[in-house]
Every structure is written in C-alpha cells, then in structure tokens.
C-alpha cells in the first residue's frame, strides 16, 4: 500500500456551507490558485446544482486550474451528476464526486427509502456518473453512523459500479478515533474489491475529533483526506488541512506516511481564508493561531532561547511565518512595504498597492509603531472588498457620559454622496442607527465584537460585525485606530455581503436548497 495521502480542499465547498461565509468568483479564484500552488490534489470546487453561481465558479476553476484535480459534489441524482459533469468537464483532471446516505437515521427520516431502494440508486448513478467521467469519487453520507454489514453492500456496489475512491465520512462528528479507526479497517478486511479504491476520510469537529479521527483512518488505511483551510466548514467545521499535514511531518515516525502539500503555504492560505471570509482565527488555534509560536511564561522563553526545540516540535518556517526583522514606519517606502505585504502572503497589483500604500502613510502618522498585525489588518480588509455598492466617507461622534450621543455619518451610494446624523445609546448604536437610516436597511445584528490587534493605547482595533436577514446572512471586519469608525467599516462590509446575496438570485437559491452534503 502507497505512503502517499493525497489531500482534498473542500473550503470551497463544505467550507463556505458556514453561516455567513460565502465567497464571489474572484474570491474562490484566489483561493484555487493557491491551494494550487500549495499542491493539493484535489480541491473540490463546488456543487454545482446548488446556483448558477456554484456551477460558474467550478466551471471557472476546472478552465484555469491545471494542476490539482476538480471535484464537483453531486447527490445521488442524474440531474445532479450531469450539472456537476458539465462544470468539470473542461477540467485537466476532473472528478465527479456522488453520494448517498446510508445510516438507518438517514435512510428512514430523509430519504424515505429502504436498504434495497438505495443499493439500487447507487447502481444506478455511480454507473451513470461513470459513462461520463472516468474518475468517480463516491461518499456514503452519515457513514460513521451506519450499519457495517450494510455499509460494505454498498461500497462494494460503488466500486463495481465505476467508483476509484470510496469516502466515508463522519458527517455529524460523532465518533471517536478508536471507532473511526475501526470502520476503516472493518471495510479493508469485508469488502472483496476493495483494492481496486482509494478510501478517503471526510470528518466534522462537533466534538472536536475531526483531525483525530482523519489521523486515526489514515492508520488503517484511508489515504486520502478531505479537509478545510482554518478548519472551516458546517456547524464546528471540518478536519483543519493544516493540522493534518503537520500531524503526518511531525509524527511521521509513529505515522510513517507523507502529503505532497507545500506546507510553507499554510500560513498564507489561512490568512487568506481569513480576509475573504470575515472569520477570524482564534488566537490559540494550532499551526495558524497568533499564539502557535508565543512563548510567554519565564521556564518557556528560557529554554526556547537555549534551543528551540525544547517548546516547538515545528518551526515558524515549516508553515511559512517569516521572522524577518524589517520593520516599517512613516518613513519606510512603497518597496519596503510591498515586500513585507509579500512576506506576509499578499500580493496585490500597483492600483490595489499604492492605496493600501496610502492607508498604511496614514496609519503610521497615527501610530509610534507598526506591527505586523496592523498591516495584515490592511490587507485583509481590503480582501474583503465585496461589490462595494455602499462605502465609507467620513465620521463624527459625539459621546461621553453628559451628552447625547450622536453620529454625523457621510456614505457614497452607486456614486451619490449621502448624509446622515442619528442618535442612539451609544456612538456605536448611533453610527449603526445613522447607516441604517441613509441604506434604508433594518437587518438583524447577530454578532460584534471588537478586540485590539496590538498592544498600546494607539493600537487599532478590529470588528467583526455579522449581520442576518431570513436565512441570510454575512459576515466582515473593519480596522481602525478609531474602534468606532472601525465598527462602522464592519457593519458597511457585512451590509455589503448581504445585500450582494439578497439581490443575486443565484445565491438565493443556494440558500434556500440548503442542501449539506457530507
């Protein structure tokens, strides 16, 4: 058996299925081409029945991508199959990936069909999808939840039927790594064909265990995995791509197998996630978090300055965070900014630049001293541009315990300039209230939350603002020295989202399918 485990990106799929993370072309582009570069094998573009906008992304992604494979999910139905077919079918390397629930809970309360009715669904499409393409992914839903006996009818069934890998995914994140271990190695020694199939692990975190129970399939004999950058995905998200990949280079002793993936990319990739997405990475997440490589207590930096290795069983370098020295202020140049933007895995054309360039002249007049994080605030929020129908101008607020707290607010609207001045019980409510009034919006305010992206009194300050309308919803960030101008570029670039959603009917009807998928 190969030592190889190939990798599979499902942020673009599973990964934007979280509430609030959905992504444009340009932006699922920008994540293609560097999972691309990462060399991911298999990066899972989309479903493409879901919208019009999922079958151009992925349709866009098979043109241009020519290195890595190009999944289209597809459920156990015709229609399915051929819009996912048609979206891939210009791919270098395509794959049709199908699936089907197979766990009694599933079968009875879903899908409304007995053991026999989905034997013969899998027959019949995998066949179908097999006439079409020549590499067929095939997932049995809900399968850490489903009967063993009848689990190996069916991938039995699926690889006959044209199937080259069989997944089995963890779809609720209910097992542990002992039981998940054990289904893999159960199918290994039950069904008869197969070797003929790569098996694939696909797992969720709901208790935690999406990265253990990847580990623990791949120890008995999964060599594929579908995993997410940052972790992103369905409710508590999927196994994180970078966890996994430095679990198998820092463990490769006891788990004597190896991915082709670029691991100094993760950083870059994380990041860029990030930005597009609005979701923020926790501080303490492993590989990626801003405290990975921190070391604060007295015992830690001591022996960390005597040798590394005595706290990091990895470097910063292994996952592409650059310890360079250079350090930027107001009299540092357009280069000198462009290579530490460089550095810290964004590249923007000269337009892009020379404003972020601009921003950040600003910034450091305001600032005695510019860190890294103040610059990928930058960055990011620029990332987060989306369809800018409504921008930011100008602020003024009134505040304080003895007057009225008031929000002089100035937006530019499909280029007309718009005015507005409103009260509330607090400027940040009355900056809210003054937006509301000049958008004429109302939408519900699910989430804010403010936190300091330095240390000291002139640190900036990043918002996370997620707004919802129905079963609508976006979410952004915003920057500033200023936290309430900072919450004002938020709450702007989330209503951004959303109303980019609301308007585009595609999208509409990807949200109102709401179809999951593994």
Request: proline letters at 2%.
């Amino acid at each position: 058996m190969s030592d190889r485990v190939y990798i599979f990106d499902t942020t673009l799929r599973d990964g934007e299925q979280s509430p609030g993370a959905t992504m444009n072309l340009d932006e699922k582009m920008q994540i293609a081409q560097l999972l691309e570069e990462m060399q991911v094998d298999i990066i899972e573009a989309g479903f493409p029945i879901a919208s019009n906008g999922d079958f151009e992304a992925v349709s866009e992604i098979s043109k241009n991508i020519k290195n890595s494979t190009i999944a289209g999910l597809a459920r156990a139905k015709l229609a399915d199959i051929d819009r996912a077919w048609e979206a891939v079918k210009n791919a270098k390397s395509p794959r049709i990936h199908t699936f089907i629930a197979t766990s009694p809970i599933h079968m009875k309360y879903k899908l409304k069909k007995t053991e026999e009715e989905v034997l013969e669904s899998i027959k019949h499409t995998v066949t179908h999808a097999r006439n079409l393409c020549d590499n067929i992914e095939w997932s049995c839903e809900d399968g850490g939840r489903s009967n063993l006996e009848f689990l190996y009818k069916c991938i039995e069934l699926a690889i006959s039927s044209g199937a080259s890998t069989i997944n089995i995914p963890d779809t609720v994140g209910f097992t542990l790594p002992s039981e998940f271990g054990s289904i893999f190695k159960s199918v290994k020694n039950n069904v008869p064909n197969i070797d003929k199939a790569i098996l694939s692990t696909h797992t969720h975190n709901d208790l935690g265990l999406a990265v253990a129970n990847s580990i623990a399939a791949i120890q008995e004999g999964a060599r594929q995995v579908e995993c997410t950058i940052n972790g992103l995905g369905e409710r508590a998200g999927n196994a994180a791509l970078e966890e996994v990949v430095m679990t198998l280079k820092v463990k490769k002793d006891l788990i004597p197998f190896h991915t082709n993936v670029k691991s100094q990319y993760i950083t870059k990739a994380s990041r860029l996630v990030s930005s597009i997405t609005g979701f923020s990475v926790q501080p303490n997440k492993a590989i990626v978090g801003a405290n990975a490589f921190a070391h604060e207590a007295g015992i830690h930096q001591d022996g960390m300055l005597k040798n590394a290795e005595t706290y990091e069983i990895m470097t910063p370098e292994s996952v592409g965070l650059n310890k360079s020295s250079l350090v930027l202020g107001k009299h540092s140049g357009k280069h000198a900014f462009s290579e530490k933007l460089k550095e810290l895995g964004y590249d923007f054309g000269d337009n892009t630049l020379m404003e972020l360039f601009g921003r950040f002249k600003d910034l450091a007049d305001k600032k005695k001293e510019i860190f890294e994080e103040d610059l990928i605030a930058l960055a990011g929020e620029r990332s987060l541009t989306y369809d800018e129908h409504i921008k930011f101008v100008s602020l003024e607020v009134n505040a304080g315990s003895l007057s009225k707290h008031q929000a002089k607010l100035t937006l530019i609207m499909n280029n007309d300039k718009f005015a507005n001045t409103s009260e509330g019980n607090g400027p940040v409510d009355a900056t809210f209230n003054a937006i509301k009034q000049i958008t004429k919006t109302d939408f519900r305010l699910k989430l804010y939350q403010v936190h300091a992206i330095t240390a000291g009194t002139d640190a900036q300050g990043e918002v996370t603002v997620r707004l919802e309308d129905d079963d609508l919803s976006s979410q952004a960030k915003g920057s500033d020295p200023d936290i309430i101008v900072a919450s004002a570029k938020a709450y702007i670039s989330a209503l951004n989202r959303l109303l980019f959603k609301k308007t585009k009917s595609i999208v509409k009807k990807s949200a109102e399918i709401k179809i999951e998928g593994v």
